[in-house]
């Protein structure tokens, strides 16, 4: 892991969740030992999830029965980042949001008013009932000058029954409908890397983000100053590192091979 330590000391940890934590519900060989070294060393972290229809109370009690213990302020979803980054942008305004609890409960936290009268912005989230109704309202306020907002540009997501829509493909519907495009949110926008290290004080140089994917996790910790360490328990396999134009400070089988830095107990790690 020299790589990794090069530099100043690693302080504070980012990690994705699916793929990286967990696969849908069923917890990954050396998670929860993972979090667990995080907890005993001290160091701050958060666990990532560009998914937006669970609170991080939700995501806490789903990690929980996965036999994880993440506390509920170290889970920072996309609809954080979405609602820090409006109330930074426009404090006590006004959205119509295409969402669940995830999203709404975030907005309203942040003192925004839900409302499809004259909002501010339209928000879309993920939902497992897309309604065309809820859609087709999204259209006409981002028509009528609404500014668009995405929690995440992911495509689709996964399911034990195959892929689900998620709030890429839709947003790409409204897209088309409107010719107006949205700003995405999540990974792979390194705002979400901002946003969280903002949340946990952290600095960049002494950061290390731990994802399954290279074309969000690790590029948008790549371009938010991070170290980067691509897990191979998730979506892009080992063959198809190379194919891409950068690289992850480390490349490991899987987030147990971790668990000795962490806990301070490989060579030079920092404390």
Do not use: C
């Amino acid at each position: 892991m020299s790589s990794l330590l090069t530099g100043r000391p690693v302080e504070t940890w980012l990690t994705d969740m699916d793929g990286v934590l967990v696969h849908e519900e069923v917890p990954i060989p050396g998670a929860t030992d993972f979090i667990q070294a995080l907890k005993s060393s001290g160091r701050r972290f958060l666990v990532l999830t560009n998914n937006s229809i669970f609170t991080p109370r939700d995501l806490r009690a789903r990690l929980l029965g996965s036999g994880i213990d993440v506390p509920e302020d170290a889970i920072w979803t996309s609809a954080l980042a979405t609602a820090q980054f409006l109330v930074d942008q426009r404090p006590q305004g006004t959205a119509y949001v295409v969402g669940e609890a995830g999203l709404t409960t975030a907005l309203h936290d942040v003192g925004y008013v839900l409302t499809d009268r004259d909002p501010d912005y339209v928000v879309l989230g993920e939902t497992r009932t897309y309604s065309f109704e809820a859609i087709t309202r999204a259209i006409r306020l981002v028509a009528a000058g609404a500014r668009f907002i995405a929690t995440n540009p992911d495509p689709s997501g996964p399911s034990q029954q195959g892929l689900l829509p998620a709030t890429g493909s839709v947003a790409a519907l409204i897209s088309t409908a409107t010719g107006r495009t949205p700003y995405f949110i999540g990974k792979p926008n390194p705002l979400m890397m901002r946003s969280a290290l903002n949340r946990i004080d952290g600095h960049s140089e002494s950061t290390v983000m731990v994802g399954d994917r290279m074309d969000t996790d690790i590029i948008s910790g790549l371009e938010a100053g991070l170290r980067t360490v691509l897990v191979t328990t998730g979506s892009t396999r080992p063959e198809q590192i190379e194919t891409f134009p950068y690289r992850p400070t480390e490349v490991v089988d899987s987030i147990a091979d971790l668990v000795a830095l962490v806990s301070g107990t490989d060579a030079g790690a920092g404390s």
